[in-house]
């Protein structure tokens, strides 16, 4: 489809969090210009929108989630970590089916959507299904292997990185593993041998609590990042999740390897795991990006809240009012989660790029005056500012309107009627 996009304010991202007043169009999947408004009367439109001062920029990436934890939302609560994992959502998992995932994973999207993410980094069962889901619904997707000592096996992971890699332009697969805790050290030597024959970066959930680092050098001697890189599991780039407790020589490694320590403040702050050290990341040079982590420990999949929590939590933590600018942040929600995830064609809004973008509202009391437009969309942002989210040039929400062909109802529904037999 050929779109104009007009009146607006363009948040590119290119270099900055720095508004230019002009017109985006696109053309097919692709933006085919941004700049001052000129003559297109040799174009035939398909739509052409009054942007009416309101800002178009690049969709937010949600660099960590398990979409099909929908369920859980609210299941259980007000429970620490292990305890958690251990009595609340293990057991819960082990019921569903890839029908479920792929069912729970479509309420998800309809989430994020309304939150302008146009692009998740999600670590669920069943991969197969959850890009089944994203397909359908036009969501674009970097599935990661939660590989652990319960399953799947190695083979697997490696069926899944050659058969799920290029099924769909909106799909593809990274390896990596749950967390050290969940796999011993020759299942980890098996993946990094894998990992070598594809020359392929590897993500995992890394440091997220002070068990988990505690016990990771009470049987090796090392934390989970330096034992991880002992086995190689870093030698072709990845990253971790969470990197709450990082010590310098950590952090030294991250810096060193290029590896990406995806932050999630909002999951960190309700299990009570800790606040992650982003103001020495970026010091070091660590490229920060950011997830939700899933909504049965957050509860909601809410970019906005996310990078509030992230400035907010890194200004108490180093006591410091001017830690962690909130233009840092912005830029950490859309170009540094892309470039974590690989998805170099959606990091930032330019000609050739891919139509991957939202519209903030601006028309509402929340984003007045305007002061500072982009520190506005971090400080006092919210969903509600969400106008439009539009993925590879396909409006899929718009004005409290999904338009993906649909039924939210029937959605929520389903996702009622699956956790009722779940928790039976």
Not at 140 to 156: D, H, I, Q, T, Y
Request: aromatic share 8%.
């Amino acid at each position: 489809m050929n779109i104009r996009f007009y009146h607006a304010r363009i948040l590119t991202m290119d270099g900055g969090c720095v508004l230019q007043e002009g017109e985006l169009w696109t053309s097919g999947n692709r933006i085919a210009y941004i700049g001052p408004g000129k003559d297109a009367k040799d174009i035939v439109w398909d739509e052409q929108i009054d942007c009416q001062g309101n800002v178009l920029m690049p969709g937010f990436k949600n660099a960590h989630t398990h979409s099909g934890m929908t369920a859980m939302r609210s299941f259980a609560d007000d429970m620490p970590l292990q305890e958690w994992l251990n009595t609340k959502i293990f057991p819960l998992e082990a019921k569903m089916t890839e029908q479920d995932n792929y069912d729970l994973t479509k309420l998800a999207i309809l989430e994020y959507l309304t939150t302008g993410v146009t692009g998740i980094f999600d670590m669920y069962l069943s991969p197969k299904d959850i890009a089944r889901a994203c397909v359908e619904m036009g969501m674009r997707c970097v599935l990661v292997s939660g590989l652990n000592k319960f399953g799947p096996s190695v083979a697997e992971m490696e069926n899944r990185y050659n058969s799920l890699n290029g099924m769909h332009p909106l799909i593809t697969y990274r390896m990596g593993v749950h967390a050290e805790y969940t796999c011993d050290k020759a299942l980890l030597e098996e993946v990094s041998a894998l990992i070598h024959k594809y020359r392929a970066p590897l993500f995992a959930h890394l440091s997220e609590t002070r068990l988990e680092t505690d016990e990771c050098l009470e049987r090796y001697g090392m934390t989970p990042p330096q034992f991880f890189d002992s086995l190689g599991l870093f030698d072709f780039g990845g990253g971790g999740y969470h990197c709450v407790y990082f010590t310098e020589a950590d952090m030294d490694l991250f810096a060193r390897k290029g590896l990406h320590a995806v932050t999630n403040p909002g999951s960190n702050t309700k299990l009570a795991s800790g606040v992650a050290p982003i103001g020495r990341f970026l010091e070091k040079g660590i490229n920060v990006a950011i997830g939700t982590d899933g909504p049965s420990s957050n509860n909601c999949l809410d970019m906005f809240r996310e990078m509030f929590l992230v400035t907010g939590l890194a200004k108490l933590l180093q006591k410091d009012a001017s830690a962690v600018d909130a233009h840092e942040v912005l830029k950490m929600a859309t170009v540094n989660g892309a470039r974590a995830m690989g998805l170099s064609e959606a990091d930032v809004l330019a000609e050739g790029k891919l139509a991957d973008l939202i519209m903030i509202d601006l028309h509402q009391p929340n984003m007045q005056p305007l002061n500072n437009i982009t520190k506005n969309i971090v400080y006092s942002g919210s969903k509600q500012n969400v106008k439009l989210t539009m993925i590879d040039g396909k409006i899929l929400y718009r004005d409290g309107q999904f338009l993906n062909g649909v039924d939210a109802e029937a959605i929520y529904a389903k996702a009622n009627e699956i956790i009722a037999r779940l928790s039976a």
